[in-house]
């Protein structure tokens, strides 16, 4: 798969998923946010981009702190787009505009944003450093940036196990793109490459137990998963999806099924 094939690959796999993103077993996303913009510490007058929106968790939650200020979400999967739209007309939020783009080729003049987000969303690009910088040119002098995504130990054990039936059934994983970014060094480098200034990276344990294994199926076909399971025949989905949940369900020691999600902040401000 070239790189073209490969973004439209994943823009197709959030299309399907859209609708349910926002799911309760999937609720580390708007919990990651709110822990995000904390940390940005903004005035309420900024206006900020938040790069790879999704269904708007975290420019939506900037909507809420930026009283005089403004959020621009842009992201390349409509489907996604259109639950961030949704939600934000829901709760009355007139400072938030959702716009259809790539990361890798933004399309605003440079210096333009007090500060830019990017939730989960550097590890699905190519070339990280060379996107970072594209967002970095997007911000005015001394704006900072805020990215995170998933500690190497997140989703243990549930995704090993799935991993290894998966590949039991014939399905070729691919590495998995989180673990481009996983731990503080890797983060660090990316950010320090990309020319930023005052670089901090913040870990934070954001963990939760499921009710019951049909909540790490929500986990698996929702956010992100669907590309692998979508190449199993229809058959071999049903029998995969009673034998991994069996294996699952086996981890409840009476206070449900763990979701371990462990999430990297890293921080930085351009020079000037
Ligand atoms: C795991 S979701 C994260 C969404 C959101 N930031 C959050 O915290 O919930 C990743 C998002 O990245 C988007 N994405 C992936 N590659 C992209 C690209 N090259 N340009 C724009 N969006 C992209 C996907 O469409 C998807 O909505």
Redesign the pocket.
């Known amino acids: 798969m070239d790189e073209t094939q490969r ?1 439209e690959f ?2 197709q796999t ?1 299309n399907t998923v859209a609708s349910g993103y926002d799911r309760p077993a999937l609720r580390f ?1 708007p919990e ?2 709110a822990h995000l913009v904390d940390q940005l510490q903004l005035a309420g007058h900024e206006h900020v981009l ?6 708007g ?2 420019a939506l939650t900037l909507a809420h702190c930026l009283p005089e200020g403004q959020v621009t979400g ?4 409509d489907g ?1 787009l259109r639950q961030a739209a949704g939600k934000a007309t829901e709760r009355g939020l007139g400072n938030v505009v959702f716009q259809a ?4 080729d933004l399309s605003f003049p440079p210096d333009r944003f007090h500060c830019a987000t990017a ?3 550097l590890f ?2 190519a070339d990280m450093e060379a996107c970072l910088r594209g967002i970095v040119d997007r911000l005015k002098p001394g704006g900072q940036v805020l990215v995170c995504g998933f500690s190497e130990a997140s989703f243990a054990p549930n995704i090993d196990l799935f991993l290894a039936r998966i590949e039991r059934y014939g399905v070729e994983v691919p590495p998995l793109s989180w673990k481009r970014l996983s731990d503080e060094g890797l983060n660090h480098a990316l950010l320090s490459a990309a020319g930023l200034e005052q670089i901090r990276v913040a870990r934070r344990d954001l963990s939760y137990p499921l009710p019951d294994a049909d909540g790490w199926w929500d986990v698996l076909w929702y ?2 998963f669907r590309g692998l399971l979508s190449q199993l025949s229809e058959p071999d989905l049903a029998r995969f999806r009673a034998e991994h949940l069996a294996e699952i369900a086996a981890l409840d020691r009476g206070q449900g099924i763990p979701l371990h999600v462990e999430v990297l902040y890293a921080q930085g401000r351009k020079p000037g």
Do not use: H, L, N
């Open positions: 973004k994943i823009r959030f996303f990651s946010a938040d790069v790879a929106t999704g269904t968790a975290v842009i992201d390349m999967s996604m783009m790539d990361m890798t939730a989960f969303a699905f690009v956010a992100g």
